[in-house]
């Protein structure tokens, strides 16, 4: 009801913040029929500073007054996250001494879109307040072409399709997403572009911004992203192939510049570790 794991849950019964019928629960009690239930739920976590520290390999693609893209590389957030100690995309951005815009919260102001930590690739990040608004609507109208290229495991059939799956939390409150039947409507095109041996490189394009959204449909074709032990790529086969991260990269990114309305393309090559592992398995071809 709540959206907690059971494990919150049994804390929250073990700290009396649960009342049923007006007395303190166990967590063994049950709920009758008819009796109030009252739940009291501690205040949300302070949302995270911006620490500002250089972030190396960080690649400036393209800057102007409005907009800077950048390609990012492994192991770095978008922005603060409760719980995420490593560096960020906005951190690496004002260290550098890049302007952001101010608009949107103060732990990810002018972050129109973002990328998983371990997602390497290509991201815009606002200067402007007039960028921010205008490519924000964008994102909102589906109006940013944003392509990736996954390696998944096994041999995707269709080789070509479509996965329009809902995604919220995993039940199990453990961090992970899952296709789920009230979650939010979320769509996914993949096509396979070469398939080898024991995985596949396809192409993918999102019509929807969900968390985890290509690891966790891919996941639900059960062909997992390549290293993605998360959502159940085998342990194995990521060790052949040298990945300790999902494989998966931003290769393309375009849009309406926000302010001379003109399209924009931007296109990144693999980081090292993603092109190590496509060489292992063109090799074994």
Not at 8 to 18: C, D, K, S
Not at 128 to 133: L, V
């Amino acid at each position: 009801m709540f959206g907690l794991s059971r494990a919150r849950a049994a804390e929250l019964i073990g700290a009396g913040q649960v009342l049923v019928d007006g007395q303190p629960a166990a967590k063994s009690d049950r709920v009758l029929a008819g009796a109030p239930l009252t739940v009291t739920l501690p205040p949300p976590d302070a949302a995270p500073a911006v620490r500002q520290e250089p972030v190396p390999g960080l690649v400036i693609v393209y800057e102007d007054d409005d907009i800077v893209v950048v390609d990012k590389p492994r192991g770095v957030a978008a922005h603060p996250t409760p719980g995420w100690t490593g560096p960020t995309v906005l951190g690496g951005l004002l260290a550098a001494g890049h302007t952001v815009a101010t608009s949107g919260a103060a732990e990810r102001q002018g972050i129109v879109h973002r990328l998983d930590a371990n997602t390497t690739g290509l991201m815009a990040v606002a200067k402007s307040e007039r960028a921010y608004s205008v490519l924000k609507q964008a994102f909102r109208d589906r109006e940013v072409s944003k392509t990736y290229h996954a390696l998944v495991q096994g041999h995707p059939d269709p080789l070509r399709g479509t996965i329009d799956a809902p995604i919220g939390r995993h039940p199990s409150g453990d961090g992970r997403f899952a296709v789920v039947a009230d979650g939010r409507p979320s769509v996914t095109h993949y096509d396979t572009i070469e398939a080898f041996r024991a995985a596949s490189l396809v192409t993918v394009g999102l019509e929807t911004g969900r968390t985890h959204q290509i690891r966790v449909h891919m996941a639900a074709l059960r062909h997992p992203c390549c290293g993605d032990l998360l959502y159940g790529a085998d342990p194995v086969l990521a060790a052949h192939l040298g990945l300790t991260r999902q494989w998966l990269h931003a290769v393309r990114l375009s849009f309406e510049h926000p302010a001379t309305g003109r399209e924009i393309i931007f296109e990144s090559p693999y980081p090292d570790d993603l092109q190590h592992a496509l060489d292992v398995l063109q090799a074994e071809s």
